[in-house]
Each structure stands twice: as C-alpha cells, then as structure tokens.
C-alpha cells in the first residue's frame, strides 16, 4: 500500500480534514464548494463532502434521531479519512449539531491532520436567507427535529478557525479559510 507521505509528496502537499459546522443557511456548503475551487485552482487536491449529498447517497435511510446524526458523522469521518490517506484537502461540510458528536469526529483524525471550522450565523439571519426553505417547513412543522427550530445545535468551544458570514462577505469569508488552508499568498 502506497503511504499518505508519498502521495502528499507526489501531490506536492499535505492532506488535511476540514470540518464545516454551523446552522443550515450559515455558508458551509457555499464555502466549501467555493474554497475547492480556489484550491483546485492553485494545483491542490480536494474534495467537498457535503452533508446533504452524503444523505441522499451513502447516508441515505439514517433520520435525525441522536444516533442517526452521530452515524452520518461516523460514515462521513471514514470517508474523510480515505481521502486524507491520498493526501487530499478534504472540506467536509455538514451542521453536526452536538460538541460530543463533533469531539468523537475530531478524535478519529490526529491533531495535525485535522481542523474544525465554525461558520457563525446567528439562527434568525439563516432564517431569512433559508436557501433551501428548510426553516419555513420546519416552523410549519413538516421537518421534525430540524436543528436551531426544535433541535439544538451547539456552537464548538474550540474551533481552529471560526468565520463569521453575518459579518463577512462571502470573498472575506473564502480569503479567511485559503488563508487558513495554504497561508497568505
């Protein structure tokens, strides 16, 4: 078997495990497919995995009870990590609502090989954006257990980078996390 140092050599760069959490309509998934891009675009090898697109696949079947969550999070990790043992950048976009599910995600990676990134947006500005309509179903009551409505989410206590979409734009927001990824330019 070919070792993650080698492809990372060949790649001409570290792998490395991004974990998008906030509420739905927060950016996670626009950051990430956004950030690919730029990242695809500088020679670096990656990969989004989006929450939704897991759950219609892979994931499909699992509800939103506490154990389903924490096994889409499971499925999604070892995914994650099959592409970090190619040395690929992996953006993994997803709420995962709870700190003990996203700290059970966390020790699946080593430190170094992994960063937790908070898109921060208060519930009431996901609200009004709603892209996907998600909250008006929510309060209308036909998406039971809907995280920020009826579903906690808890924010992480200590995310390596947390990026704030109420305040930045979404070109500030995408130059934080390359930033963040391969340094300044």
Same mark, same amino acid.
């Given at each position: 078997?070919?070792?993650?140092t080698e492809w990372e050599k060949r790649n001409g760069?570290?792998?490395?495990?991004?974990?998008?959490? @906030?509420?739905? &309509?927060? @950016?996670?998934?626009?950051?990430?497919?956004?950030?690919?891009?730029?990242?695809?675009?500088?020679?670096?090898?990656?990969?989004?995995?989006?929450?939704?697109?897991?759950?219609? &696949?892979?994931?499909? @079947?699992?509800?939103?009870?506490?154990?389903?969550?924490?096994?889409?999070?499971?499925?999604?990790?070892?995914?994650?990590?099959?592409?970090?043992?190619? &040395?690929?950048?992996?953006?993994?976009?997803?709420?995962?609502?709870?700190?003990?599910?996203?700290?059970?995600?966390?020790?699946?990676?080593?430190?170094?090989?992994?960063?937790?990134?908070?898109?921060?947006?208060?519930?009431?500005?996901?609200?009004?954006?709603?892209?996907?309509?998600?909250?008006?179903?929510?309060?209308?009551?036909?998406?039971?257990?809907?995280?920020?409505?009826?579903?906690?989410?808890?924010?992480?206590?200590?995310?390596?980078?947390? !990026?704030?979409?109420?305040?930045?734009?979404?070109?500030?927001? !995408?130059?934080?996390?390359?930033?963040?990824?391969?340094?300044?330019?």
């Amino acid at each position: 078997m070919i070792e993650r140092t080698e492809w990372e050599k060949r790649n001409g760069h570290r792998g490395k495990v991004l974990w998008f959490t @906030g509420l739905s &309509g927060a @950016g996670k998934s626009t950051l990430a497919a956004t950030a690919e891009k730029e990242l695809f675009d500088r020679g670096i090898r990656c990969v989004v995995l989006d929450g939704d697109q897991l759950r219609s &696949g892979i994931n499909r @079947g699992l509800g939103f009870t506490d154990e389903d969550r924490q096994e889409n999070l499971r499925r999604a990790s070892e995914i994650a990590a099959l592409f970090l043992n190619v &040395g690929f950048v992996v953006l993994v976009a997803m709420i995962s609502p709870s700190a003990q599910a996203r700290s059970l995600v966390r020790r699946r990676f080593a430190p170094e090989e992994y960063a937790e990134v908070y898109v921060k947006c208060p519930v009431d500005v996901c609200e009004r954006r709603d892209p996907k309509g998600l909250y008006r179903k929510a309060r209308a009551g036909l998406i039971p257990q809907f995280t920020g409505i009826d579903s906690v989410y808890e924010p992480p206590a200590e995310a390596e980078l947390t !990026i704030d979409t109420e305040s930045f734009s979404e070109k500030e927001s !995408i130059g934080l996390l390359v930033d963040y990824i391969i340094g300044p330019q």
